[in-house]
């Protein structure tokens, strides 16, 4: 998607060998009209699938993923919660994913209410790294019975191989802007 | 706003004495047909304050602010981060707020790039309870030296104080459902 390349090279930058931060449009402060390009190549690209549910996870992932579900003709969104909030009293799914830009990890917690077995989900995040928060999704997805139609990244990181490591576990996985690596501050698409 | 307080009875629940759950539409899956009839409301209520930007915290507020956006002309969102991340290199504004439902502190922090002293920001956010989030949320618009035009919540939780001690603090607030108290496990309106 070259808008959002463009988008990431004038108002992105790089943070060491491995970070891009992108705080100026996507994850601190939001462009909205620009996340509705987004929301719009996420559809193109999985229009065909029959999506019924789009689930991400807090917070970065809550942006991208209300904004996509209007091209979904307005599919409910769900989000991994990572505390345990005391309204969380139904029983929940639960997976355990590590975050690299924050060196933690997470418990990602789903409502047992808020997926069914007749689901066919559409995972969405900001980032795609290490694939740790997108197995730790689809594995909630899977414990509910339902199925995973795709998993949806704005950017990968593929030096981090987690798109490779998705796709051989069987999973369709879509990135909108893919970064080889980031050589002398650079970035190498 | 009616069909508001219609989907709380409906697809809400009350959980003891002081607790409202809406995890079927608003903190957890997310309604996005409904979410824009809210942010269609907000926009009724300050139409007139000529809004730059909007602010929220993670990770409930993210959805309603995003989705409010639209209806003000696209202004950038902002969501305050309850940590640290690796990506906030350029110095940051920051205030605590006690949650209610969590039982925790949190600092929330805003980057210094992403408020100007000319912003005229709106405050949206979930739920107004005690004030706390509302009342660190101004803390840091005018540490940036930007006006708060408006502190809108979705539901207003009136028996906790926040609403009426903002007030008292000279901000203008907009509650779209306002609960005056809960007895007998029910809403009082």
Same sequence: chains 1, 2.
Avoid at 46 to 55: C, D, N, P, V
Avoid at 59 to 68: L, Y
Wanted: glycine residues 8%.
């Amino acid at each position: 998607m070259n808008a959002l390349k463009e988008k990431i090279l004038k108002e992105g930058s790089v943070i060491g060998t491995e970070i891009i931060k992108v705080d100026q449009f996507l994850n601190h402060r939001i462009d909205v009209k620009f996340l509705e390009e987004i929301g719009e190549e996420f559809h193109k690209r999985f229009a065909e699938e029959r999506i019924t549910k789009i689930l991400t996870v807090e917070a970065s992932g809550i942006a991208i993923a209300v904004i996509a579900a209007k091209y979904f003709d307005y599919v409910p969104v769900v989000f991994a919660k990572k505390a345990v909030p005391s309204t969380m009293t139904g029983g929940s799914y639960t997976a355990e994913a590590r975050s690299f830009t924050k060196g933690t990890v997470s418990m990602f917690r789903v409502s047992r209410e808020a997926l069914s077995p007749e689901d066919r989900v559409l995972i969405l995040d900001d980032f795609l790294a290490s694939g740790e928060a997108g197995f730790a999704l689809a594995e909630i997805v899977k414990a509910a019975g339902a199925a995973v139609c795709g998993i949806g990244s704005v950017i990968e990181k593929e030096y981090q191989g987690g798109s490779r490591r998705l796709r051989e576990a069987g999973y369709r996985v879509e990135s909108l802007a893919v970064i080889k690596g980031i050589e002398n501050g650079t970035i190498v698409w």
